[in-house]
Structures are given as C-alpha cells and as structure tokens.
C-alpha cells in the first residue's frame, strides 16, 4: 500500500469502519512510512482529546417535564368566568403534589442514559476491589462498593456520572438482564436519613445519607427486591 | 390507544434518548435557552409521527427530528446561509501560539478549553458529523440516516472538521491535551 491509498483510510480505521484485512494492510504501511504514522497517531490524539475534554451538555433539571406539558391531553374549554378559578385549582393541585426530588429526578435520568449499552459501564468489574479504587481521584470520597451477588445482584462496575452538578459514582449491579444503579455522592453536610421511597415516571428509587454521602438507587427490577436490596446496602455502607 | 396512553407510550420510548437529543441540540445551537426551544419543537413534532414509529433504533429517529429543528432554527437565524469558500476559509485556518511551558495541570485546562471553542467554532455540519461520531459514537451509516446525506458525504465532513482541527488545535497540542 502507497501512502496515496493509506492516508485516506487512516480516518475509517480511526472509526472502526474498516475491514479486517484493510486494517492490516493500513498498520503495515503505517509501521514503515513516518509521514503516514504521524498522521494516524495526530487523528488518533485528536479523537482522543474531545472523547476526554468536550463537554457532553446535561439537560437542565425538570427540561423533560417540560418538553412532554404541552403534548398532554388539553382539558375542556373554559368559560369567561374559569380561568381565575382555574388557576386557583391549579395552584391548590401543584401544592399538593409531593415535591419533586430534583436529585432523584436525575438519577432516573441518568439511570435511563445508562441502559443504552454504550454508556453504562466505565470500569467493567465483578470485583469490588478492583471497582472502588478506580474511583479514587475521580470523585472526592471514598466509594463504598460491596458485592452482592449472593443475593441476586451481581457486581457489574462502576461508572462515573455527574448529577445536581457534581460529580457522582455509580455503581452498577446486573440481576439477570436488569441494570441497577447506585449512585453515590458527598453528602455536603447533611445529616444521615434513613432509606426513603421516591416514585418518578415509573421508575422506583430509593435514597437515603448516611457517613457524610448521599445515596441513590434506581433500577428496574421488581419493587420489593429493591426494597430489600436498598436495606441491605443502606445498612452497611456506613 | 388514548391520548394520555400515548404520552406515556412516547416518554418511555424516549426517556432514554433525551440526554443525547439535548446534547446534540445544545452543540449545534450553541444555546441553551435556543436548544430548549428547538427541543420543545422537536418534540411536538415526533410525537405527531410517534403512530408511525415501530420501536426500532428510537435514539436515531429522535436525533434526526432534532437535528431537523436545529437546522430550520439555524437557517432562521440565517446561520447556514455563508457558504463554505475553499480557499478563504483554509487560509484563516491559522495553528494557535502554544503557551511556554506551564504547569501540566495548567496546559490541560487550557487543551480543554482550547478544543471546546474549536469545536464550537466549526461550520454547523462538520461540528454536526464530528459530535455524532466522538460523542455519541455513532458510525458512518447512522450519522447518514440522522443527518439525511450519504455516507460518503459523512466521510467528507467528518474529514473536513478533523482537518480543520488538527491545523487550528496542532499537534503538540493535542498531544498535551490527549495525556
């Protein structure tokens, strides 16, 4: 191969868009021609350094509730003498409504980005100790990781994610095709609390503090083993 | 299937896709309170098409709505209108000075911001082709059936923004930035 037919192919090999035997012939010409070799390892930094620094933007807080308000069934027509009280109802409603927990809020979001394959998983790992160590330095705590596959769950690795704004641990547990994710965080000073149940589009979570961390799990798997599972972790990872 | 039925439909179908429509929004508008407009528009309008939607390969049908919106909204605002001069635009492609030697926590930062902005500043369909491939990882034939183009126009742009980059970022820099 001529550097005329490498240079091109030096970006699809990059890419993963390759043939097998391409792919040799490309690292063959590039292991003896220095031009074409800088050349692939110039593209190979660049795609490197957006992969690391290029933000990958967050949706702000509560953005699906609001794509999703406008495409609600509307309610009737009102007259000319609704709309106040319409919006004395709707004012009563809205305070009644539990509040929404922004943080769970974005640990379901970010549970759900992370059931596409491509983004659960950082550091795969069964062993716990080869899991939480590679937290260290990425977020600015210690990250408890236990194993719990003698119940069901087992141990897939861990990820890191960022959620109200911080930087997050998840740790992630795989129960036949279920993904469960705990996410971790410093819990800036707040007290400890015991585990609490939070419903969100269908998703169960469960949070709670304990040792200066803040706690959340979400997954989709059957209500009570989450239950159960958030119990057991609560209980030790303090 | 009700109305409500369908809304519920529609959210599980895309929960999980929202992060990346939102990224991909907020990278080709390069404004959050415009991404969120162009979110909203985007959104209506799958939800009217949601009957003809089969589950299948739901992150490229959204992104390709969104990337729709994104592009009538930059052509509003008259962002698409410049056209691309060959030899203008690759004279103005200038490598950056390099800082003398700071600290290495120093150079990274400054790698970071330095690509962020190049990125930012590439013509809308190369920054569209180069997000799509190092961000959400997307292959050729999938940034092709979002993005509406052949693969070999992917190619090109994908090329095009890269070259762009390696002579405005330059090689040192990258090396910095990429340890």
Known sequence: MTCVETMPLLELELDGELDARSVLEVREHVSRCPACARQAASLRALSDAARTHLTYHEPPPGLERRLLRPLRPRRPR????????????????????????????????????????????????????TVKPWFD?????????????????????????????????????????????????????????????????????????????QYVLVGDVAAPELAALAERLAGTSR | ????????????????????????????????????????????????????????????????????????????????????DEERDTAAVVPLQLTPEPEAQLVRSDQARRIQEEVEALRPEFREAFVL?????????????????PIGTVMSRLSRARRELQARLGDTGLKASAS
């Open chain 1, 78 to 129: 009102l007259t000319w003498a609704a709309p106040a009280l319409a919006a004395s109802v709707a004012v009563a409603v809205f305070a009644a409504m539990p509040r929404r927990d922004a943080l769970v809020e974005q640990a379901i979001a970010a549970h759900a980005r992370s059931l596409q394959l491509d983004h659960a998983i950082d550091v795969v790992s069964t062993d716990q100790h």
């Open chain 1, 137 to 213: 330095g990425k977020v600015g705590f210690a990250v408890p990781v236990r194993d719990e596959s003698t119940t069901g769950f087992a141990l897939a690795g861990g990820r890191l994610d960022y959620l109200d704004g911080r930087p997050a641990a998840a740790v992630v547990y795989r129960k036949a095709k279920h993904l469960v994710n705990l996410f971790v965080l410093d819990a800036q000073g707040r007290g400890d609390a015991p585990p609490r149940r939070e419903e969100q589009r269908g998703f169960t979570a469960w949070r709670w503090t304990s040792g200066g961390l």
């Open chain 2, 1 to 84: 299937m009700s109305e409500a039925a369908k809304v519920d439909a529609f959210q599980r179908a895309l929960v999980p896709h929202m992060g990346a429509a939102w990224n991909l929004a907020r990278w080709l508008v390069r404004d959050s309170a415009d991404a969120e407009d162009v979110l909203q528009e985007a959104y209506v309008r799958a939800f009217r098409h949601f009957d003809s939607f089969r589950g299948e390969r739901a992150r490229g049908w959204l992104l390709s709505i969104v990337r729709n919106a994104c592009w009538s909204f930059l052509s509003r605002k008259g962002q698409t209108e410049e056209v691309f």
């Open chain 2, 133 to 149: 491939r190092e961000l959400e990882g997307l292959s050729y034939k999938e940034i092709a059936d979002v993005t509406a183009v």
